[in-house]
């Protein structure tokens, strides 16, 4: 079935969830959009990263319709790839090979590194269904870092109420202005799947995504068509991944000193370079 074009309908896109990525996401469409498409959320992060969009008022108002950006996934054809990816097919635009979010600030580059590995309250779910440790921090992961920093040059922040870790800084409770401003102008993001993960993706900041599912073997990147994977739709192909668990996988290999000094020197797929990003239309 080929999706609606759902821009030729008066309808607000919303998402029913409050999180932080979630806003994030919004924040493409809008740009895709210049500011002219309804969108709406009941999320306070939403209305505070609108600050951050070159669009004035309104973004939001009164249609006939609502549209909830997961059910719309789901309801149509939207294809492969990541979430921003589908949603922008479902409503017929211009599939960027590259999804992120999109946030209007910049900042001078500064010799550190963020870190998060606090996870949303959906992980509590995922505990129960998916996963009994889903986004957890591992002992062995929580000592590789350590390590890391111990004999690494750079500054480290560590966000949001996450676990201490030795040689970072904890900023224990950022607002959204300091959150994107520390991400900005930082030199790699290293977290879990979470809202500040998202953020670096909107700004453009190399990431290494710390996951622990699926298995490394059941994850293929870029998703190259829909397959059933658990949260196939929200790995950016442009990010590296380092697994917690055991991997023979060579894309996503497991973390330790070795393979985390060498995604950030780029010596782990896709080596922070974008060709490999139109694999997404294979």
């Not at 453009?204 to 059933?228: C, H, Q, R, S």
């Amino acid at each position: 079935m080929r999706p609606p074009l759902l821009l030729s309908l008066p309808v607000t896109l919303t998402n029913s969830s409050g999180g932080l990525g979630d806003s994030v996401i919004l924040t493409d469409f809008i740009y895709r959009t210049k500011g002219t498409r309804p969108v709406w959320s009941h999320s306070p992060a939403f209305h505070e990263l609108r600050k951050f969009l070159p669009y004035p008022y309104p973004y939001a108002r009164s249609t006939p319709f609502q549209i909830n950006a997961p059910l719309a996934i789901d309801e149509y054809e939207s294809g492969n790839g990541h979430f921003i990816q589908r949603l922008q097919r479902i409503f017929g635009l211009a599939v960027d090979p590259l999804p992120k979010g999109y946030l209007d600030f910049s900042a001078k580059k500064e010799k550190h590194i963020t870190l998060h590995f606090s996870p949303g309250s959906h992980a509590n779910l995922q505990r129960r269904t998916i996963h009994p440790r889903a986004r957890m921090l591992y002992p062995h992961t929580k000592a590789v870092l350590e390590k890391f920093i111990a004999e690494s040059d750079y500054n480290f922040y560590i966000l949001g109420n996450s676990p201490n870790i030795a040689g970072a800084e904890n900023v224990p409770d950022p607002s959204i202005a300091q959150m994107v401003n520390l991400i900005a102008s930082a030199s790699y993001h290293i977290g879990i799947m979470s809202g500040p993960l998202h953020i670096a993706a909107a700004l453009n900041v190399p990431t290494i995504a710390v996951v622990n599912f699926p298995a490394a073997d059941k994850i293929y990147l870029p998703t190259m068509k829909p397959i059933g994977q658990v949260e196939e739709e929200w790995f950016y192909p442009q990010n590296i991944h380092l697994h917690q668990e055991p991997s023979t996988n060579c894309l996503v290999p497991q973390i330790n000193l070795k393979t985390l000094h060498m995604a950030v020197e780029g010596r782990i797929y896709p080596f922070w370079r974008k060709e490999y990003l139109n694999l997404i239309f294979t």
